[in-house]
């Protein structure tokens, strides 16, 4: 990992670009979460890898994984029967993470919209 400054992200949740039949080579996987310290979202390129917590993306910015959203770790709970990972290879990512549209469906859910 580069030594770039670390950003702390609270409320993520880790998703994919496409549908469920997006073919898993294919996906492409982001962070969206708050960044500390401020009320910005942050929906990041595409991740790289994931370690000891540590986010890094294509664009080579670093996340910090804070809180999970409750959206992220019921949906990792319904589809994998785990607590969330924090330490994920692109594998990883790519079978645990949710389709966009189901993302937002959810976000939709949990603020009453849907």
């Known amino acids: 990992m580069n ?3 670390v950003v ?3 409320n993520w949740t880790l998703f994919y670009k496409g549908s469920a039949y997006t073919a898993p080579e294919l996906r492409s996987v982001h962070l969206h979460g708050l960044r ?3 009320t910005g979202n942050v929906i990041t ?5 994931i370690e000891n917590g540590i986010v890094e993306t294509r664009s080579g ?4 994984l804070g809180t999970a959203s409750a959206v992220w770790d019921e949906y990792v709970s319904e ?3 785990l607590d969330h990972a924090l330490d994920m290879d692109q594998d990883a990512l790519r079978r645990f993470s949710m389709p966009g549209d189901v ?3 959810k976000k939709e859910q ?5």
Do not use: C, K, M, W
């Open 79 to 81: 589809t994998a029967g």
């Open 61 to 64: 910015s670093l996340y910090r």
């Open 45 to 49: 390129s595409p991740i790289l890898r």
């Open 8 to 10: 702390t992200v609270n």
């Open 3 to 5: 030594t770039n400054t």
């Open 110 to 114: 949990q603020h009453g919209d849907g």
């Open 103 to 105: 993302f937002s469906e």
């Open 36 to 38: 500390e310290g401020d």
